[in-house]
Nanobody
Framework: QVQVVESGGGLAQPGGSLTLSCAASGSDLRLGVMGWYRQAPGKQRELVASITRGARTTYADSVQGRFTISRDNSKNTVYLQMNSLKPEDTAVYYC?????????WGQGTQVTVSS
């Protein structure tokens, strides 16, 4: 019954920043551990970052120190602040539960990093 909608993607220059949002809606909503995933053309989907309800976080080595995941439990929303963007960050970004993905994959939000 829960739906998640990603937003905030767009075009950024190398070294630039973007902030992504993942808004969840549904009845009796209480989000557990959530994660941001991404999939680049020709590559498998990978976990970028995860966050518990208590705000404990994990990050992929490739984004450590550049990305920050956060959440607002009262708003049922998860965020991903992306700084120092690199061309290799170009991908479609999705949100879902972690480690098991219990929601259907949506359309995600496209992030393109190019000069």
């Amino acid at each position: 019954q829960v739906q998640v909608v990603e937003s905030g993607g767009g075009l950024a220059q190398p070294g630039g920043s973007l902030t992504l949002s993942c808004a969840a809606s549904g009845s009796d909503l209480r989000l557990g551990v959530m994660g941001w995933y991404r999939q680049a053309p020709g590559k498998q989907r990978e976990l970028v970052a995860s966050i518990t309800r208590g705000a404990r976080t994990t990050y992929a080595d490739s984004v450590q120190g550049r990305f920050t995941i956060s959440r607002d439990n009262s708003k049922n929303t998860v965020y991903l602040q992306m700084n120092s963007l690199k061309p290799e960050d170009t991908a479609v970004y999705y949100c879902n539960t972690f480690p098991g993905t219990t929601y259907s994959w949506g359309q995600g939000t496209q992030v393109t990093v190019s000069s």
